[in-house]
């Protein structure tokens, strides 16, 4: 054997049993021949004389069990079989492996707990774990933790793991910087022994059932930068002296606990290198923490239904030029919108919906070249003319929503303005529309949602352009309305044509849509339909167009849940094929899961399994 051809017939062998083990080998037969060198086999990398180093099968569409044979690889550093559709249990092998430092198994059908290490393991070399989005259950056994002191991080999200978050994970592995436990069933209070974790820089545990407060001793992993508890069970109240210790975070995510309470401290204004908060979805109070104004690198303010109350003149927003997304819907703020939020030139997406704001909207809104999407709705706004007018430089406009606002107000009929031709989606159901509608809604090109149903609309149904696109529950509800679409006959007329317009008359005709459209909604409108066409990384959570096969999703500013478990990316390929497929994919990036579908990682996410137990 020379030094380039590194392979020993045992290791040839553990391969090949891995190979039988397949019921889909993704054709990995015809380059694994035993007549050949293995280190020229497709996947694998040999280093001279030290053997097979690495293992690395990712997404190659692999069916069946993972053999006990690789454990057999003595000298492997390296393996990677995620994404694939692998089923049964993780043999015990590697994880005992006395020789593998990174094992990553994500995105299968695996099953069954982890066992035990027998107490008399040596410590094992392992640094890497992502067992990931998987269908792994039972407890977190503890001497394997304490076996593998290396370890620096650990991915277990996305799967039925329950019992309590051992503290060993951490007082036996201290250089661990990244724990992932999010999506599972784990219970119980958050155990004080991650704190022990000094060198933790990601802790996320978001989506499980764990309730009690955040301990004091948690705060002392001062290295942390992305901390994510959302959507347990948490209470208590933030304390200025813990929160004044994660001076390196950059990532708040107290999301959906529902029973922290009080008031947020001023110390979190010593968080200055913090981009990311979410506080929504708690019973937070007082008045809006002002302190976060000295976070200058924040983009993402999410305080939406809590309790908080005030007036926001006395915040100077000025100082937060990176602002994408302000979220403050659903609390009790007062008094008009202040003057230095339009200083905010970068802002996408703001929402102040469900308030008791007051007053109009400032010519200043026209700094906000980048904005996609504004709620205004159910407020005491005033001015209808005067919001027309402001907004019509607003060209990347997306979603405009602003209904029971402008009581007893005429709309404008002399107004000319464009800015709205990247409406992608409008819904005016169940309100007390009347009149017939207007065929130049036809000029909206990106309209690849309408719903007009259960309203007081009448005449018939314009035809020819969009208007064919739309399906008939689009208009159900209105007796008053005809047409072909309802497979009711109009009397005296028939459905006027979608007109066919100079850029001119489009303009003029795209005010008068909108102006229907935005402005003429009276009682509670969607205040979650979220469309763009490059979209808002993260404007907001909340509903999207139902597909089919998912339940309707809450309306207002509830967090939406596709599916029990399931990402909004798989949730989105879900649908993929269906009419509805841009609008959804629009939503979802609008609702902040941003990261998560750019680039590869959609594709990635989509690998997962349709899962059979809710996670929480």
């Known amino acids: 054997m020379s030094i380039s051809s590194a392979c020993t017939e045992q290791e040839k062998r553990s391969l090949l049993q891995f190979l039988?083990?397949?019921?889909?080998?993704?054709?990995?037969?015809?380059?694994?021949?035993?007549?050949?060198?293995?280190?020229?086999?497709?996947?694998?990398?040999?280093?001279?004389?030290?053997?097979?180093?690495?293992?690395?099968l990712p997404s190659r569409g692999l069916e069946g069990h993972i053999s006990p044979s690789l454990g057999d690889l003595h000298g492997m550093l390296r393996l990677n079989l995620s994404g694939n559709t692998l089923a049964g249990p993780l043999p015990d092998q590697l994880m005992g492996s006395s020789s593998i430092v990174s094992l990553d198994v994500s995105f299968n059908h695996l099953s069954g707990g982890l066992q035990e290490l027998p107490s008399s393991t040596p410590d094992r070399p392992l640094q890497v774990l992502n067992i990931s989005s998987n269908f792994f259950a039972g407890v977190f056994p503890s001497t394997t933790w304490e076996k593998t002191r290396n370890l620096v991080a650990l991915n277990a999200s996305n799967n039925s793991f329950s019992g309590w978050?051992?503290?060993?994970?951490?007082?036996?592995?201290?250089?661990?910087?990244?724990?992932?436990?999010?999506?599972?069933?784990?219970?119980?209070?958050?155990?004080?022994?991650l704190g022990k974790c000094s060198a933790l820089r990601v802790l996320k545990a978001g989506h499980n059932n764990i309730t009690g407060t955040l301990p004091d001793e948690l705060f002392n992993a001062t290295s942390l930068e992305y901390l994510s508890l959302s959507n347990n069970q948490l209470g208590g109240t933030l304390k200025a002296a813990n929160i004044i210790?994660?001076?390196?975070?950059?990532?708040?995510?107290?999301?959906?606990?529902?029973?922290?309470?009080?008031?947020?401290?001023?110390?979190?204004?010593?968080?200055?290198?913090?981009?990311?908060?979410?506080?929504?979805?708690?019973?937070?109070?007082?008045?809006?923490?002002?302190?976060?104004?000295?976070?200058?690198?924040?983009r993402i303010i999410k305080l939406r239904d809590n309790n908080f109350e005030g007036e926001l003149n006395k915040v100077n927003f000025s100082t937060l030029s990176n602002l994408r997304i302000l979220d403050l819907c659903?609390?009790?703020?007062?008094?008009?919108?202040?003057?230095?939020?339009?200083?905010?030139?970068?802002?996408?997406?703001?929402?102040?919906?469900?308030?008791?704001?007051?007053?109009?909207?400032?010519?200043?809104?026209?700094?906000?070249?980048?904005?996609?999407?504004?709620?205004?709705?159910?407020?005491?706004?005033?001015?209808?003319?005067?919001?027309?007018?402001?907004?019509?430089?607003s060209r990347n406009l997306t979603v405009l929503l602003s209904?029971?606002?402008?009581?007893?107000?005429?709309?404008?009929?002399?107004?000319?303005?464009?800015?709205?031709?990247?409406?992608?989606?409008?819904?005016?159901?169940?309100?007390?529309?009347?009149?017939?509608?207007?065929?130049?809604l036809d000029v909206l090109h990106f309209l690849s949602e309408l719903d007009c149903s259960n309203n007081d609309l009448e005449g018939p149904i314009p035809t020819g352009g969009q208007f064919e696109t739309f399906s008939n529950s689009s208009f159900a509800g209105n007796p008053k309305l005809c047409g072909p679409i309802l497979a009711r006959q109009c009397v005296s007329a028939e459905a006027p044509p979608a007109p066919i317009t100079t850029r001119e008359q489009t303009m003029d005709n795209t005010v008068f849509a909108i102006a229907f459209s935005a402005f003429?909604?009276?009682?509670?409108?969607?205040d979650q339909i979220v469309l763009s066409k490059e979209l808002i990384t993260s404007?907001?959570?909340?509903?999207?167009?139902?597909?089919?096969?998912?339940?309707?999703?809450?309306?207002?500013?509830?967090?939406?849940?596709?599916?029990?478990?399931?990402?909004?990316?798989?949730?989105a390929a879900a649908v993929a094929g269906s009419r509805r497929a841009a609008a959804w994919q629009a939503c979802l990036l609008a609702q902040g899961w941003h990261d998560e579908l750019r680039g590869g990682k959609a594709l990635h996410g989509l690998a997962r399994p349709a899962r059979t137990q809710a996670s929480h």
């Open 330 to 393: 659903t609390n009790q703020f007062t008094g008009p919108i202040p003057e230095s939020l339009y200083s905010c030139n970068n802002l996408v997406a703001l929402r102040l919906s469900l308030n008791q704001f007051n007053g109009q909207l400032s010519e200043r809104v026209a700094n906000l070249k980048t904005l996609t999407f504004i709620s205004l709705s159910e407020n005491n706004f005033t001015n209808v003319t005067n919001t027309l007018h402001v907004l019509k430089s």
């Open 165 to 193: 978050i051992p503290s060993s994970v951490c007082i036996s592995s201290p250089d661990m910087t990244m724990l992932d436990l999010s999506y599972n069933q784990f219970s119980g209070y958050i155990n004080p022994g």
């Open 20 to 56: 039988t083990g397949l019921s889909q080998d993704g054709g990995l037969a015809a380059s694994w021949h035993n007549g050949t060198d293995c280190c020229l086999w497709e996947g694998i990398t040999c280093n001279g004389k030290r053997g097979i180093r690495e293992v690395s």
């Open 539 to 571: 404007a907001a959570r909340g509903s999207c167009p139902a597909p089919t096969g998912f339940p309707t999703p809450a309306l207002r500013c509830a967090r939406v849940e596709l599916r029990d478990g399931d990402t909004p990316a798989a949730a």
């Open 403 to 440: 209904g029971n606002n402008y009581k007893h107000e005429a709309l404008p009929q002399d107004e000319t303005m464009d800015g709205f031709e990247n409406l992608q989606v409008l819904v005016l159901s169940d309100n007390h529309l009347t009149g017939p509608i207007p065929p130049e």
């Open 520 to 526: 003429f909604v009276v009682g509670v409108m969607y």
């Open 245 to 298: 210790k994660l001076k390196n975070l950059a990532f708040l995510d107290l999301a959906a606990n529902g029973f922290i309470s009080g008031k947020v401290p001023d110390s979190i204004g010593h968080l200055t290198k913090l981009e990311e908060l979410y506080l929504n979805h708690n019973n937070l109070s007082g008045e809006f923490p002002a302190a976060l104004t000295k976070c200058t690198n924040v």
